[in-house]
């Protein structure tokens, strides 16, 4: 859809004769109840067992209509449904009482036992990050792809990720492309090879390196796969029994080591047909806030990095996303003592040889910190704290700093009476962002009356944003529920800010 024109422009004075034109334009992308996931469904306790007996008691006729009803119900759903009942068959066939040769549609309605819908966004859609598509062939001139993350929310409020896909044109108006009525979740895909280093300094900090983990590591040469772990641990585990706490260390290195996996989607599907959906221990209550990045490499090659919170139902963890094409992605752990709270936010290349991450350690303030290794992060220092009314309880990032001549372009969230979030910007030095060189004195973006009621009332927010043609174009989630798209005129921006 074609964002042809947009609502009055709306004025927030910042300082006296100073105006910031923040125009909202006509998009807006709400929750979706149509849009259906399918996943497995395992009953807990021996229900399995006593659902597969009763299908195995039905005659073979009975299997095939039953199944002909599934299918005509579901198929046209799903992609493929077929494979995968057979795969949710796989993952109960250590249930059957009886080792009878089933038939193939005997396989796929015990499947169907097993498999359920998830309206994966079917409760908010929101907290957007919106990044350069690695695909610019075949646009007109002045015109970019680009891709928006998006958080998207269903039952039990467990979050995903998922995707759309649009162009800004030359005068800064969007069109996004429709999504397909498909959502597919990838297969899991162990971790290829772990780098036994890296391993070893992540159990130190989980304080897991104890002797039973070293003698595990020892047998593994420099880089291992999942199976060569799992062979090393049963074989160090059947003559370690006499070490305390065999079953907590055993458990923490295959939870650390399953938290480290790949996944990948056909190059047939549309983007808009992928759903990360959470399938790590560390995940198993969502992934939530997604910020993405578009980083240069040494090399002039570009690779796609993006912060997550992992949660679990009770701890917030971050952790990384990678990938080059958004068809293979790899998910890792992020180490080190800085490697807390939400809101970490990697910065587009290296400064000074070094990585640059902001995040917020403490609840409450900005913080900058540097690191040779991408997935180990320490001494995080202060850069900025809650100053102004609108900000007083809670100061944070809204994704990636922004490149620009001038400097490092931050968007920020501030907290303030009533729970109220509201977004600002600040500028960072350019060679050293630790200096802040210019901020807003008041919000360039606070909820209006359209905004302010959703799932969690009186918010705007983004996860990232970028720039085009002299304009900021910034995809915001309001209260939790929506996402709308404004643009604003960068030098208005900065021309507003206090040295």
């Not at 989980?206 to 090393?232: K, V, W, Y």
């Not at 540097?370 to 180990?376: A, L, M, R």
């Not at 969230?413 to 200096?435: E, I, N, Q």
């Given at each position: ?16 004769m ?17 849009r259906?996931?399918i ?5 807990s306790g ?9 299908v195995?008691?039905l ?33 109960v ?27 994966l ?10 990044v350069?598509h690695p695909?610019?062939?075949?646009l ?39 999504p ?18 890296l ?15 070293r ?24 003559q370690?029994?006499?070490f ?43 992934i ?8 240069a490499e ?8 993006a ?6 139902g ?67 220092e202060?850069?900025m ?17 922004i ?8 968007l ?61 174009i ?12 404004a ?13």
């Amino acid at each position: 859809m074609r964002a042809g024109s947009s609502d009055p422009l709306i004025y927030l004075w910042v300082s006296p004769m100073r105006k910031i034109e923040v125009e909202r334009l006509k998009i807006a992308l709400k929750p979706s109840h149509s849009r259906v996931l399918i996943r497995p469904f395992v009953p807990s306790g021996n229900r399995a067992e006593r659902i597969i007996s009763r299908v195995m008691c039905l005659s073979e006729e009975e299997v095939s209509a039953h199944l002909d009803r599934v299918l005509a119900e579901f198929a046209d759903r799903h992609h493929d449904i077929c494979d995968v009942l057979l795969r949710h068959f796989q993952r109960v066939r250590h249930a059957r009482i009886m080792d009878h040769k089933l038939s193939e549609k005997r396989k796929l309605l015990i499947g169907s036992y097993f498999t359920q819908e998830y309206a994966l966004e079917s409760a908010a859609l929101f907290n957007p990050s919106i990044v350069l598509h690695p695909d610019q062939s075949g646009l007109p001139a002045g015109s970019v792809r680009f891709i928006l993350s998006l958080r998207a929310t269903g039952e039990g409020h467990i979050s995903s990720i998922v995707f759309r896909e649009g162009v800004l044109h030359q005068d800064a108006q969007i069109t996004l492309v429709p999504p397909t009525p498909y959502v597919v979740e990838p297969e899991r895909i162990p971790y290829l090879t772990y780098d036994k280093p890296l391993f070893e300094r992540k159990l130190q900090e989980l304080e897991l390196d104890d002797e039973l983990a070293r003698r595990i590591l020892s047998a593994l040469g420099p880089t291992f796969t999942l199976t060569q772990l799992n062979e090393s641990i049963t074989n160090a585990a059947r003559q370690s029994q006499r070490f305390p706490g065999v079953k907590y260390t055993i458990e923490g290195i295959r939870l650390l080591a399953l938290s480290n996996y790949e996944k990948e989607i056909d190059a047939d599907r549309q983007l808009s047909e992928l759903a990360i959906f959470p399938s790590a221990p560390s995940q198993s209550n969502g992934i939530e806030d997604a910020r993405f990045v578009r980083f240069a490499e040494d090399d002039g090659t570009f690779t796609y990095f993006a912060t997550y919170s992992a949660f679990d139902g009770s701890t917030v963890v971050p952790q990384l996303l990678r990938t080059s094409d958004f068809r293979h992605f790899v998910f890792n752990t992020l180490n080190g003592p800085a490697v807390r709270n939400k809101g970490m936010a990697l910065f587009p290349r290296k400064i000074n040889g070094c990585y640059a991450m902001l995040s917020r350690q403490d609840n409450e303030n900005i913080f900058l910190m540097y690191s040779d290794n991408v997935h180990f992060w320490y001494s995080p220092e202060i850069i900025m704290r809650p100053t102004h009314m609108w900000e007083f309880v809670q100061l944070g990032n809204c994704g990636s700093p922004i490149e620009l001549d001038e400097g490092w372009l931050v968007l920020s969230h501030g907290v303030g009476p009533m729970r109220k979030y509201c977004m600002g910007a600040f500028l960072l030095d350019k060679k050293d962002p630790s200096k802040v060189v210019g901020r807003l004195r008041k919000p360039l973006l606070e909820p209006n009356e359209n905004e302010r009621e959703g799932y969690v009332p009186n918010v705007v927010y983004t996860c990232g944003a970028m720039t085009y043609n002299g304009f900021l174009i910034l995809p915001y989630a309001m209260s939790d529920y929506a996402t709308g798209f404004a643009r604003i005129r960068l030098t208005e921006i900065l021309n507003s800010m206090d040295d």
